[in-house]
């Protein structure tokens, strides 16, 4: 019988496992980051999505209700007339306003334009404006009792131009958001254009394209991204709409509803009518449905740019 001898200790494979070394010193950098964005964003989103599963009762105080607050709320008609308010808002004004802001960024990054950057602080200026005082200030103009408005009927004899009737208001807020910010957007859209390498211009003059092909295959393609971004930012700009109506409901107070978009209902309810379960609950319900818009766009928007 033949036996195998075991080799040498010497000579035998350790089996010690290296334990990887964790370098703790990246947590020191990102730990201010991380402190101050679980503090300012996910603590209160906890605490929303915490007060939504609970009910102020009469009988019983504060008890837990599960999705029933849900549920109300998907039944409730004030906040859908307010979303419904805010995605016609959507719909229509932020096509326009971007349409608006590509259109003066290709204007200013063209070279037959004089006095550019001229052109450029003028319409980027109104975003540098607060937006209380820009509110305040068109408010002023749309007055019918005391503004520009009330000149201008004076000057045409009537009642013609009426801004807080219930069929205009929405135009009127769209007007004060686009003046806003187009030039927000013209300079997203403007710094994308700079990227585009030069020799992308110089081989489209040797094929003979001209100043409008040169714009459909090499400057709108390029800013593809930017506009993508744009319209995400615009998005949850919309959805967030607030501080416009909340403005102007003094000046238009039988047209402006306390329900008039989703914020200014979930703010009433918790500030006014001290329902904060609830208004908590139509907080994370148009949160989430502003980032799932969102991602749809996103995820829509990156699938084009590959192509």
């Known amino acids: 019988m033949t036996t195998t001898a075991a080799p040498p200790p010497a000579l ?46 009469l009988i019983g105080g504060n008890a837990f209700v599960g999705f029933a607050n849900y549920a109300a709320a998907f039944s409730d008609p004030k906040f859908w007339d307010g ?23 290709l204007a200013i990054d063209s070279a037959r334009l004089h006095a550019a950057g001229f052109y450029r602080i003028v319409i980027f200026l109104p975003y540098a404006v607060p937006a209380v005082v820009a509110v305040l200030m068109w408010g002023y103009i749309y007055g019918d009792q005391f503004g520009l408005t009330r000149n201008l009927n004076d000057l045409l004899g009537g009642s013609v131009i009426q ?25 997203i859209f403007y710094s994308s254009l700079k990227t585009i390498p030069g020799e ?18 090499i400057k709108i393609p390029a800013v593809r991204g930017a506009v993508v971004i744009a319209t995400i930012f615009s998005i949850i700009g919309s959805f967030q709409l607030f ?36 208004a908590a609950t139509v907080a994370i319900i148009m949160g989430v449905i502003t980032a799932v818009i969102a991602y749809v766009v996103q995820l829509r928007g990156s699938r084009q740019e590959a192509r």
Do not use: C, H
Request: glycine content about 4%.
């Open 12 to 57: 035998r494979t350790p089996r010690r496992r290296r334990r990887a070394r964790i370098d703790d010193r990246g947590w020191l950098f990102v730990a201010p980051f991380a402190i101050v964005f679980a503090l300012v964003f996910l603590a209160p989103l906890a605490y929303s999505l915490y007060l939504s599963l609970f009910r102020d009762q």
């Open 243 to 278: 501080n416009e109506p909340n403005i102007l409901k003094p000046l238009a107070p039988n047209t402006i509803t306390t329900f008039f978009t989703p914020n200014m209902y979930a703010y009433n309810l918790s500030f006014a009518g001290q329902q904060y379960n609830y």
């Open 200 to 217: 992308l211009y110089e081989a489209a003059s040797i094929d003979g394209a001209g100043a409008w092909r040169t714009i459909f295959s």
């Open 83 to 105: 979303f419904g308010r805010v995605s016609l808002f959507l719909v229509v004004q932020v096509p326009i306003m971007l349409l608006l802001a590509l259109a003066a960024a």
């Open 163 to 187: 801004p807080f009737v219930p069929e205009w208001m929405l135009v009127s807020i769209g007007n004060i958001v686009t003046w806003q910010f187009v030039g927000y957007n013209m300079l």
